[in-house]
């Protein structure tokens, strides 16, 4: 298991960076109120199909924790929907979004089935392009703190248990928000998420450190709405 990034993941960070380098010249020009309203705002973001993409949820691996004879399983995930909660401040070419989503997904592992429950904390940080406009163009780059339950994931002395998981991530969208009115936007655009999971307990209830660490990528079709307060 590889803790490198993915190609896939340089280039979306690349272009994502290249795009807000072109966008400096054109911030530095004009400092003037852009068509949003600036201030507080409250949203909800949903992406219709999220999953993990089974780098190491694959559903037939299974690790030993360091130093112990306990075994904790890696079962592969099907898609469920996300709704995801945020709170934010928007500037005239930026916002700043603390964010918080919760999925509960079948995962099965060779013949056995168990539930698990996906959470994350998320901060991130939106530029827009064209701010005097009603659309919008936007990247999204920003940081997770995700955290996974399997149900009766884990295995020590006979007993059974909860496998949890806790990690790190890297955020990043591309899209466009259309404002039909200076309160409200609207913006569809993709989301691009990898997530390493460093930390893993079980029936012991003790964290101890993965190595290597497990990784996975998400990616979804993401569609946002915000009013500013």
Partial sequence: MTSHLSSSAVRVIAVLLFLMALAAPVHAQSQQPGFAREGGFAGVSFLPEFKFDGVTFDGVSAYQLEGSEEIIILPLLDKQPLIRGILGYRARNVSLEISYDRTKHDGVFEDFATDVTIQAINIDGRYFFLPNSRVQPHVLVGGSFPWT?????????????????????????????????????????????????????GVSDTFGELRPRFREETRSIIITAIFVL
């Fill in 149 to 201: 339950r399997v149900k009766e994931g884990s295995f020590l002395d006979g007993e059974a248990g909860d496998a949890r998981y806790r990690g790190y991530g890297l955020n990043t969208e591309a899209g466009v928000t259309i404002y039909p009115h200076p309160r409200f936007g609207l913006s569809g655009g993709y989301s691009f998420r990898l997530m390493w999971f460093d930390r893993a307990t």
